[in-house]
């Protein structure tokens, strides 16, 4: 598709007089730049003032390369807010169910929506859309019309051959039984291979913002609650420590009779009986750390504050002096003091399996952990296992060891691996296999333009729903999601740090979600990094970057690991963090050293050097 030219029009009288209070015009022309390929945006701010607002809408309507006109504040109840009225007299056509879908989309969120009085019309070949002003209304209004603002302006402007290919689309889905109706405007369907004309040469996929993409994700696997409602609920059966034990190697005795010399009666070690012995003032027991409290002992005297008086010829203490006064209750742990019979084992939730097994452990439990079942396939006729010879126009297959090692390395199995070759019908048979034995498919390869690029059309066909198959990342944009009931595919791209990037941005998150991790704890850990490299051009998508993390007297600094073309696997050694570069902007073509960007954290090790 060619790029749009979007006009967007903040109207506010207050970010007309202060532009940096505009949030909502910026987030507009983010959004657009995230949804569409190339799109070229034109930006005025300007007060609640009709004649004003309608000579800029005039302006831009008359421009042949302005498609899309969104304005922004002014719609409400307000005495100065006019822009529905400034707009209304240029509409050639009023289109009312465009309004409706913003209205019903924002009404889902709040009530308040009914107070806004946007309009949505064409003026010549211009769409025009009233938003209204509030920077959360505008991602929802956007996010509500996004995906059909390319097909109405190929109606406007009369594109037959790309309204045709829309068309075709939207009935494909529609055929689908298993596609709910509500989805079915979504009519999101896979490339179609081989077909041989222009309608066939762009992707069908609207690309994603990553967070969209990681949203609809969490939003469509379902997760395990029930292990947050065991931690949660469960109580301890036992005390710890069950007995009172001792917290130092010393002499147990009574607190009562104070310091001096006292005869040693025995040796009491962890794992005994507790002792019911009667004990004098002036006897004790040795005692190692952890060993059960006589029953007739209060407290325990460390051996540092003690002196040996006498052995007999065995090597046995007869006699100990003690050189400090024994206290009530010191160096000891009473009964339950870490944890008593009926107390929360877990207070809070926690999923990391080393806790939880820890934990189960100490009160002599283990709870049957169902972790998700996941199976790996990478695609491609080209490919060798490690160990064969090598051969004309083949290539090593890199990813199924590195997924399976990343999912390892996060504490989750591969319970199945297939490495596949560019066919359809196998694809297709392997797929159906899966969802019968595993709950999530990991697979790379196979997602993008090819005409050998099967893995949409195989979902397609197996009736899987695909939520989405482009994101506007590097390196990953062919990623692709899928699911069918609670069986769900991620089309990882075959380029070895494309897998690797998009294993850790989308499919790890889905597996600690549909194993029941807290939401916050799904995606890595993000931390501010300073570049040291200077001037990086900045790619239009954002970017994910590798690179590795030094720390200088405290500060994380991050320099990119060379070449970051994403077949060369030799960037993600040493890669502690994805450096997180936003998409190219006329304000900003270039990260600069000194400029603190995000960084998702990639490994535990995560700091290499410190200076
Ligand atoms: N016309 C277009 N072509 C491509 C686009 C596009 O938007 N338009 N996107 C490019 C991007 S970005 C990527 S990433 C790749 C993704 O390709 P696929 O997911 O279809 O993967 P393949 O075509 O099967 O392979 C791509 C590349 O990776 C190598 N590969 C695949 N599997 C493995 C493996 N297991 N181990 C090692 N290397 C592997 C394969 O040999 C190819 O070189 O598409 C671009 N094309
Ligand atoms: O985005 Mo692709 O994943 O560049 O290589
Ligand atoms: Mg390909």
Redesign the pocket.
């Known amino acids: 598709m060619n790029p749009i030219t979007f006009g967007v029009l903040t109207v506010s009288d207050s970010c007309f007089q202060d532009p940096a209070k505009d949030k909502s015009g910026p987030r507009l022309v983010a959004l657009i730049r995230d949804s569409f390929d190339n799109a070229q945006v034109v930006i005025s701010v300007l007060p609640d003032e009709r004649d004003l607002i309608q000579r800029e809408l005039r302006k831009w309507i008359d421009r042949s390369d302005v498609g899309i006109i969104i304005t922004t504040g002014g719609t409400g109840f307000a005495p100065r807010d006019v822009t529905p009225e400034a707009t209304k007299p240029l509409l050639d056509k009023e289109c009312n169910q465009l309004s409706l879908v913003i209205a019903l989309a924002s009404l889902q969120k709040t009530k308040y929506a009914a107070l806004s009085r946007g309009l949505c019309g064409i003026a010549d070949n211009t769409l025009v859309l009233n938003f209204p002003g509030s920077e959360k209304a505008v991602a929802e209004c956007f996010e509500a019309v996004r995906d059909l603002l390319p097909h109405a302006l190929h109606l406007i402007r009369d594109n037959v051959a790309l309204v045709q290919r829309t068309h075709a689309e939207v009935q494909d889905t529609a055929a689908l039984p298993s596609v709910p109706s509500v989805l079915k405007r979504d009519h999101v369907c896979p490339h179609k291979t081989g077909a041989g004309d222009d309608v066939d040469r762009n992707?069908p996929f609207p690309m994603l913002p990553v967070l969209q993409a990681l949203d609809t994700i969490l939003s469509v696997v379902q997760r395990n609650s029930k292990v947050e409602q065991q931690l949660r609920t469960l109580v301890s059966p036992v005390n710890i420590p069950p007995f009172r034990a001792s917290i130092k190697d010393g002499y147990a005795m009574k607190s009562t009779g104070f310091s001096g010399t006292k005869r040693v009666l025995d040796c009491i070690a962890a794992g005994d009986k507790v002792n019911q012995h009667p004990l004098r003032e002036d006897e004790c027991f040795k005692i190692n750390t952890g060993a059960p409290l006589p029953e007739n002992a209060d407290c325990v005297v460390q051996v540092e504050d003690t002196k040996l008086v006498k052995s007999d010829k065995y090597g046995k203490e007869v006699l100990v002096e003690v050189l400090v006064e024994p206290k009530a209750g010191q160096d000891v742990r009473s009964i339950g003091y870490d944890l008593r019979v009926g107390d929360p084992v877990f207070p809070a939730v926690d999923c990391s399996p080393v806790i939880i097994k820890s934990l189960l452990a100490s009160i002599g439990s283990q709870l049957p952990q169902r972790k998700p079942k996941v199976a790996i396939i990478?695609?491609?006729s080209?490919?060798l296992a490690p160990h064969q010879p090598s051969a004309a126009g083949k290539?090593?297959?890199?990813?199924?060891t590195m997924l399976e090692e990343l999912l390892l390395y996060f504490g989750f199995d591969c319970m199945q691996q297939h490495?596949l070759g560019?066919d359809l019908t196998t694809i297709k048979q392997t797929l159906s296999d899966l969802y019968d034995a595993v709950d999530f498919v990991i697979c790379?390869?196979?997602?993008?333009?090819?005409d050998?690029?099967y893995?949409k059309p195989a979902l397609k066909q197996l009736k899987f729903q695909l939520h989405f198959g482009?994101v506007n990342m590097?390196?990953?944009?062919?990623m692709t999601f899928a699911s069918r009931d609670q069986k769900y595919f991620f089309?990882?791209?075959?380029?070895?740090v494309?897998?690797f990037v998009t294993f850790h941005l989308f499919a790890l998150p889905a597996i600690r979600w549909a194993a029941g991790w807290e939401r916050t704890k799904c995606t890595l850990p993000i931390v501010n990094v300073t570049l040291l490299n200077d001037a990086i051009d900045l790619d239009p998508r954002p970017e994910y970057v590798r690179a590795t993390v030094t720390s200088i007297q405290g500060q994380l600094h991050a320099s990119v690991n060379g070449d970051q073309i994403?077949?060369r696997l030799q960037s993600i050694v040493g890669a502690d963090v994805l450096l997180h570069l936003p998409g190219r902007s006329d304000n900003k073509k270039q990260a600069r050293a000194g400029d603190v960007f995000s960084a998702s954290v990639l490994r535990y090790d995560f700091i290499s050097k410190y200076e």
Request: glycine share 18%.
């Open positions: 992707s990478s695609t491609g080209e490919l290539i090593y297959d890199s990813n199924t490495v560019d790379s390869g196979g997602v993008s333009m090819g050998k690029d893995i482009r590097k390196p990953g944009k062919p089309g990882l791209p075959g380029n070895p494309s897998a994403s077949s």
